[in-house]
């Protein structure tokens, strides 16, 4: 199958890449709506995968707009919306987007094809259960997070590398919008920086940056210097753990 990944967080990008290959699909991402609306023009996808967050056009807005431009043609292509909130309303905006079903990111791997290859019909025979995650440590669960790639240590690797070198920037956007009492790019930031932080299932970070999300999302950034200070201190947590463990692979 191909498959259009629609996403503008990079380290979503990289695990649902290596998740869709390692299923022996393809897969073209899009890092924006305008990009994705652009790529459906000229080539062939089987299905959407769509985040729902993104900067300038949101993934309900793009969803629009397929659905607006298939009036023409009469086609439907599954879309499939991808969130880090599971909240209830927003299950029901995606509905009325046009969207055929929802996953919560970061992406598990069984319910990721279940739903793509039923919306597909594409059939292949079914895959072995991920393994449990046991017992899990606020700040960085390592034996969780390499369970949930599937025992890939390289990708652990790769997308610790990347939360590495995107969290000081992420930061640094947080707390300009902070200073400059700005609740959008307040959102924005501590958005991305959830997000990413989801994917390493580092929830001390995730719970500290979903406070200063919530701040911004409700239109000021008033209470955001106190939850700024906690998600330094959560942070500083998580680059060091992560940091030792970048240390035992270069030994490695
Ligand atoms: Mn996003």
Redesign the pocket.
Known sequence: MRLLLV???EINQVLAQRLIHKRGHKVVIASNGREALALLEIEYFDLVLM?I??PEMSGLEVTAQIRRNEQATGQHIPIVATTASAMKEDRERCVQAGMDAYLSKPLERDSLFETIERLTGYSKKSVAPAASSGTSDPVFDRGAVLASLDGDSDLLREITGIFLAQAPRHMERIREAVSTKDPKNLERAA?ALK?SAANLLAQEVVDAAAKLEEIGRLGSVAGSSEALQGLEKKLERLQSALGELEKEFARA
């Open positions: 996403e503008d967080n985040d967050q993104m958005h997000g």
